[in-house]
């Protein structure tokens, strides 16, 4: 079984920054994809960034350029730094892990992130 743990989410005013972390309970260099996804209030869940065990990364179109994914192999976390924060960007964040072959991933208990105008 794999345990991630977010942390770093709270309140923010419109036009700061967070850094969100994820501590998993094994090496991260055993997953083929780790990544971030969020689900704001009412709505579905939705892609935020992933990385993949190789260093390529992709990320959502609501994100794309004010945020930024990254890992620590060493200390087994993975990050996302988000920078020019938006009231639409309140939701709630998830880390997400797979093993490569798998269909299916795990997935952190979340951090809110709030974000006031």
């Known amino acids: 079984q794999v345990q991630l743990v977010e942390s770093g989410g709270g309140l923010v005013q419109s036009g700061g920054s967070l850094r969100l972390s994820c501590a998993a309970s094994?090496?991260?260099?055993?997953?083929?994809?780790m990544g971030w996804y969020r689900q704001p209030p009412g709505k579905e869940r939705e892609l935020v960034a992933t990385?993949?065990?190789?260093?390529?990364?992709s990320s959502g179109d609501s994100v794309k350029d004010r945020s930024a994914i990254s890992r620590d192999n060493g200390q087994n976390l993975l990050f996302l730094q988000m920078d020019s924060l938006k009231p639409e960007d309140t939701a709630v964040y998830y880390c997400?892990?797979?093993?490569?072959?798998?269909?299916?991933?795990?997935w952190g208990q979340g951090t809110q992130v709030t974000v006031s105008s």
């Open positions: 997400y892990a797979r093993f490569p072959g798998s269909l299916t991933g795990f």
């Open positions: 094994r090496s991260i260099s055993s997953f083929y994809v």
């Open positions: 990385i993949l065990r190789g260093g390529g990364t």
